[in-house]
C-alpha cells in the first residue's frame, strides 16, 4: 500500500466508538468492532510496510515493570515536540498509532508485580482532647459553619422584613445549636406531623422538645435558614455562576474537616448516593433502576469503616452537549489525595475503562471494577455467556498490566483491574434450589471487588436509621440535612475508633450529641393545676448523660423530698438526701460529713 491509501485508511477509522455504543445494539457493535479490527490488522501488516518495527518489538518485549517510586502523572506530554501536524513524518504517526494501542494476549507475565507498598497512617486525625461525643461532632461540623448559618439566617430575615430589625427576633449560636439538636432528635422520635411534638393532645405531645424551643420559633428558624447571601448570587450566565450557591459555604467546609480529621485506609470505594427529592429542581435526576428514583445523585469516596472522606454532588450538564468521560473525570477528583501513596480503588461500571485504569495505575493507584460491554479499546475476541459454564472465566492482559475478564455466575460480568493477577482462583458458595451450597470457582479479583465496593452503601445504611426527613419545597434543604446526618454518621465512626473496644451504638451517640448541644433541659413553669397524678418513685440509681452532668451551666442544691444519693447510694448501703441538684435533678448528700453534690459534678 502507498503512503496515500495508509493516510485515506486512518481517516475511514473513527476516532471514538464509545459516543455511539449506546444506541447501537449488541450485534451491530460486533459488527463495526470486527470492521475496525480487521481495518487495524490491515494497518499494521509489518510485512506490507516499509518501517522496521523490529525496535518497537524489542522494546515491548524488553519492557521492564513500572517502578512504582516514579508515578508519572497521566497529562505529562512527549518530549517530541511539532509545531504542526504536517512536520509529523508518516513513520512517526505510524509508530504513535502503534504504542497508542492496547494489545491484549493470554500472557500472564505482563501482570503487574512491582506494586507499592501502602505504609500510610489511617484512622482518626483529630485532637485526642475530645472526649465527648458533642466535640467530635463539632469537629466535623465546626463552630465556623454554625456562626456562618446565624450570620445568613440574621441577614436573610433582616432582607425578609424589608430592613425592619424589630420585625423578628434575631437568632444566636447556642439556639442554632439547639435547633440542629431537636432535628437531630427528631430523627430517633418520629411523629407523623411536625406540629405534633408540640401537639396539645397528651397523646402526641413530646414533653422534651416542646420544653427546649416553642413551636413558632422553630417553624421562624426552619423558614428563614441560610448559608449564604443570595442577594449576590451570580445570575445565569454568568462566569462565576454557580447552581450550588446557596450552600456552597457548608459544602466547602464539610470538605474540608471530612479530609483532614481522618486519614484513608489502605482499600477505597467510589459510588453514588442519591439525595430524595421530588420538587422542581435543575439538579434532580431520575433514576428508574435506584431505591430512590428522583432526588440529587452525589458522588462519595468511603473508607472501609464507612467515613466519607470526599464527595461531590452533580449538578447537570454544562451547556447542550453531554460531557464525555464523566465518569473517569468525577473518579480523578475524588481520588487526588491517593496518589503515589499505594492505596486500592474500587468502583463500578459508570466509572470504569482501560484509559482510567492506565492512569490510575501511573500514579500508584491500584483500582479495580466492573465494565460495561464495548468499552473503547476492550478486546473482542471473549468468550459469548453461552459458552461458558458456571464458574468459568475468559481473561486478556494488556502490555500495560491491565485485566480484561468476564466471570460467569448467573450471567457474565465484565471486570477491569490494573493490578490483579487473573490466574489466581478462589471458591464461593452458591445456594442451589434444594437448598445445597456448592462451591463455585471465583477468580480473586471478582472477590476483592465484592468485598470492597460496599463502603458507600454501609454510610447510606448507618445514615438511613435515624436521619432528619425534614420535607420542603425548597430545593436545597433536602442537601443540607443530607450532609448533617453524614456528619454524625462520621463522628460516630471516629469516636467508635477512638473508644479502645468500648462500643457504643449509634443511637446512643445520636443522643448524646443531642444532649451535648441542647444542654441542660430549660426550666419552663407548667400552665394550670396541678396534677393531681401521684409521681412514680424509682428505686433505681439514676443515669444522667455527661454533656448534661459536667456543663458549663449553674447547678444550685435545692431542697426536696428524700431521694436516693446519686454519687454515694449503692445497692449494698443505700443513702438518702433532702438536697438535690435544680440542674441534674437528682438526690445529692450535701451535709457536714459529705459533700457529694461537688464531687457528682467534678470528671
Not at 458456571?390 to 502490555?399: P, Y
Not at 449494698?572 to 464531687?599: A, Y
Request: hydrophobic share 35%; glycine share 4%.
Amino acid at each position: 500500500m502507498t503512503n496515500e491509501e495508509y493516510m485515506t485508511l486512518f481517516e475511514e477509522i473513527p476516532e471514538t466508538i464509545e459516543s455511539d455504543i449506546e444506541d447501537m445494539s449488541d450485534n451491530d457493535i460486533q459488527d463495526d468492532m470486527q470492521e475496525i479490527q480487521q481495518a487495524g490488522e490491515e494497518l499494521f501488516d509489518i510485512n506490507a510496510m516499509d518501517v522496521d518495527f523490529s525496535d518497537i518489538f524489542e522494546n515491548v518485549e524488553r519492557e521492564e515493570p513500572m517502578n512504582p517510586q516514579h508515578a508519572v502523572d497521566s497529562t505529562e506530554k512527549s518530549e517530541d515536540v511539532f509545531e504542526s501536524e504536517d512536520e509529523i513524518s508518516l513513520a512517526e504517526l505510524r509508530s504513535r498509532m502503534f504504542e497508542t494501542l492496547t494489545i491484549w494476549t493470554k500472557d500472564q507475565n505482563y501482570c503487574l508485580k512491582n506494586m507499592k507498598e501502602f505504609s500510610e497512617t489511617v484512622g482518626p486525625n483529630v485532637p485526642e482532647d475530645l472526649e465527648q461525643p458533642v466535640d467530635v461532632f463539632l469537629q466535623i461540623f465546626p463552630k465556623v459553619l454554625i456562626e456562618k448559618i446565624v450570620f445568613q439566617t440574621n441577614l436573610y430575615a433582616l432582607q425578609s422584613s424589608g430592613g425592619n430589625e424589630n420585625a423578628f427576633v434575631r437568632t444566636n449560636v447556642n439556639e442554632i445549636k439547639t435547633f440542629l439538636g431537636i432535628n437531630l432528635l427528631m430523627g430517633i422520635k418520629k411523629l407523623p406531623s411536625l406540629r405534633d411534638y408540640w401537639s396539645s393532645r397528651r397523646e402526641l405531645r413530646d414533653p422534651y422538645i416542646s420544653s427546649c424551643m416553642p413551636r413558632d420559633r422553630f417553624e421562624w428558624l426552619i423558614a428563614n435558614l441560610h448559608v449564604n447571601d443570595n442577594s449576590l448570587q451570580p445570575k445565569p450566565g454568568q462566569a462565576n455562576f454557580d447552581k450550588l450557591y446557596k450552600l456552597r459555604p457548608m459544602l466547602d467546609a464539610l470538605s474540608e474537616t471530612f479530609l483532614q480529621s481522618y486519614l484513608p485506609s489502605k482499600n477505597q470505594a467510589i459510588d453514588e448516593s442519591m439525595i430524595k427529592f421530588k420538587g422542581r429542581s435543575s439538579l434532580r435526576q431520575y433514576m428508574p433502576m435506584k431505591p430512590v428514583k428522583r432526588g440529587y445523585k452525589v458522588w462519595l469516596r468511603a473508607d472501609e469503616s464507612g467515613y466519607i472522606s470526599k464527595f461531590q454532588i452533580y449538578s447537570g450538564k454544562v451547556g447542550e452537549a453531554a460531557e464525555k468521560n464523566l465518569g473517569a473525570r468525577v473518579v480523578k477528583e475524588l481520588s487526588t489525595d491517593l496518589i503515589g501513596k499505594g492505596h486500592y480503588l474500587y468502583f463500578d461500571n459508570f466509572f470504569n475503562s482501560i484509559e482510567l485504569q492506565k492512569q490510575l495505575q501511573k500514579q500508584c493507584i491500584y483500582a479495580c471494577g466492573t465494565a460495561r460491554k464495548g468499552r473503547k479499546d476492550s478486546p473482542l475476541d471473549i468468550k459469548d455467556d453461552k459458552d461458558m459454564q458456571r464458574g468459568e472465566s475468559d481473561w486478556r492482559v494488556s502490555k500495560d498490566g491491565l485485566v480484561y475478564m468476564k466471570w460467569k455466575d448467573k450471567k457474565g460480568v465484565l471486570f477491569i483491574s490494573n493490578h490483579h493477577n487473573p490466574t489466581k482462583i478462589e471458591s464461593v458458595g452458591r445456594k442451589q434450589k434444594d437448598g445445597t451450597i456448592q462451591d463455585v470457582n471465583c477468580p480473586s479479583l471478582v472477590k476483592d471487588y465484592n468485598a470492597n465496593m460496599g463502603f458507600v452503601d454501609k454510610m447510606d445504611m448507618l445514615k438511613s436509621i435515624y436521619e432528619v426527613d425534614r420535607k420542603s419545597k425548597k430545593w436545597w434543604p433536602r442537601i443540607f440535612w443530607y450532609f448533617v446526618d453524614i456528619s454524625v454518621v462520621n463522628a460516630y465512626i471516629i469516636f467508635k475508633n477512638r473508644s479502645q473496644g468500648k462500643s457504643i451504638s449509634l443511637k446512643l451517640f445520636r443522643l448524646s450529641v443531642v444532649s451535648g448541644l441542647i444542654g441542660a433541659e430549660p426550666d419552663i413553669p407548667k400552665k394550670g393545676r396541678k396534677s393531681m397524678e401521684i409521681a412514680a418513685i424509682s428505686n433505681y440509681k439514676p443515669i444522667i448523660p455527661q454533656e448534661i452532668r459536667y456543663d458549663k451551666s449553674s447547678h444550685m442544691p435545692v431542697h426536696a423530698k428524700p431521694r436516693r444519693c446519686a454519687h454515694c447510694s449503692t445497692r449494698n448501703e443505700p443513702h438518702k438526701s433532702s438536697w438535690s441538684c435544680s440542674t441534674c435533678n437528682v438526690g445529692l448528700c450535701l451535709n457536714d460529713k459529705k459533700n457529694c453534690f461537688s464531687f457528682f459534678h467534678k470528671k
